[in-house]
């Protein structure tokens, strides 16, 4: 039975518990009080890489959603999204596509499909859902939806989770299928997994949240994302008019299941901000570090555009195409002026084993954005440059965005 079939079914199987002991007219009532909702985002990208013809896309991502109101704790959801490409669609949509070998790959494919479909029942400060769904932990730096795509990551599996516990948020999800955000004709869009995702977070203290985390993960199709990784996650702010904030982050990854490599590796975040209204600074250094030729730390399941660059050079070292791992030291200066958000960012990289790699700087890049949103629209741009070194080839990327909210 397909996840979609198999969701309804539940759907429909939990409602038909429930009515013996509640009135159809109540029933009726939740899905009146239900809210329906509806949004576009159209969008604009062109790629400049050295070593293929200029490349772009105009794409429309529309977006309808349903959640019904309570009944009797019960809640349903449903979310379906139609990609489309208006005009020019010559542009490869995933990193395995040479549909066209002189283009570049732009990854929002055509697609219409069931982005999120999930029953959720909700007692004593918890919920437990089931049904395919949208999970992101922490800053998606591990597990994420890869939202800025038009085409959501999203998970089939179950959560549970809790904050009835003063100052704790307990979350466990067990995931069995992740639909990734290529087109479902591509062999690399579903991932059969067999994942545990832990997490759990103290927010008692003023300094900041601590965080710990335990991601188990068996791919079924991609051996090398079977890994086991455990971590500690520290962050948090300081003053008033002057506000200090900062971030500590440790985690230890090492093989697991069917994974044909053996290898134990780290990784490591410190940074540290300044926010002086309307300007705020902040400075970071990342590792996501190797062991020796054996493998290196990766993010199978993270938001991977909100880290390592917007041009997104470094996506497929989590598939290990190379070892050695990345140093990141980056630095991003934004703000507010009139209600329009700028920010600017630079990244400079390099490998963390040089030795194993054979690779030692792996270029730079620096990025700006600009946004403003108004009432139930927004508008945006946002432009990045890699300059490549020992690694890649030139890449600028930019895009053009707009939304629509309803």
Do not use: C
């Amino acid at each position: 039975m397909k996840q979609t079939e198999l969701a309804l079914a539940l759907i429909a199987a939990s409602t038909a518990i429930a009515l013996p002991a509640v009135a159809a007219d109540s029933l009726t009532e939740a899905i009146q009080a239900g809210k329906a909702g509806l949004d576009f985002r159209l969008r604009y990208e062109d790629v400049d890489q050295a070593n293929k013809d200029d490349t772009n896309a105009f794409t429309l991502r529309s977006r309808l959603n349903y959640k019904t109101g309570d009944f009797n704790g019960f809640t349903a959801f449903g979310e379906v999204d139609n990609t489309t490409a208006i005009g020019n669609d010559e542009y490869n949509t995933a990193p395995n596509d040479n549909t066209y070998p002189d283009k570049a790959v732009i990854a929002d494919p055509e697609i219409t499909q069931v982005n999120q479909l999930w029953l959720n029942y909700h007692v004593a400060d918890s919920d437990f859902k089931y049904g395919r769904q949208r999970i992101n932990l922490d800053n998606q730096r591990h597990v994420g939806g890869v939202g800025f795509r038009q085409n959501e990551q999203t998970y089939d599996g179950f959560t549970a989770s809790t904050d009835a516990l003063e100052n704790f948020k307990l979350s466990y999800s067990y995931v069995y299928r992740v639909h990734r955000i290529f087109s479902e004709d591509n062999p690399i869009s579903t991932h059969n997994v067999q994942t545990n995702l832990l997490n759990a977070a103290y927010s008692g203290w003023s300094l900041g949240k601590l965080t710990a985390y335990y991601y188990g993960i068996e791919n079924d199709n991609v051996r090398k994302f079977s890994t086991t990784t455990a971590g500690l996650r520290f962050a948090g702010s300081t003053g008033d008019e002057t506000k200090f904030t900062y971030a500590l982050e440790f985690a230890q990854q090492s093989d697991a299941k069917n994974n044909t490599r053996d290898y134990k590796a780290n990784y490591y975040l410190a940074e540290a901000g300044v926010n002086f209204q309307p300007v705020t600074l902040k400075v970071g250094y990342e590792v996501l570090g190797a062991d020796g030729e054996n493998g290196e730390f990766i993010t199978s399941l993270a938001t991977l555009h909100k880290f390592q660059g917007w041009t997104d050079k470094f996506l497929n070292l989590g598939a290990g195409n190379i070892t050695g791992g990345i140093k990141d030291a980056y630095g991003v200066i934004g703000g507010t002026v009139s209600g329009v958000k700028l920010s600017a960012v630079y990244h400079q990289f390099k490998s963390d084993d040089s030795s194993a790699s054979e690779i030692g700087k792996l270029g730079s890049e620096w990025g700006i954005s600009i946004g403003r949103k108004f009432d139930n629209y927004g508008l945006s741009l946002k432009y990045a440059d890699y300059k490549a070194d020992d690694f890649s080839v030139d890449t600028k990327k930019l895009w053009l965005t707009a939304t629509a909210k309803f």
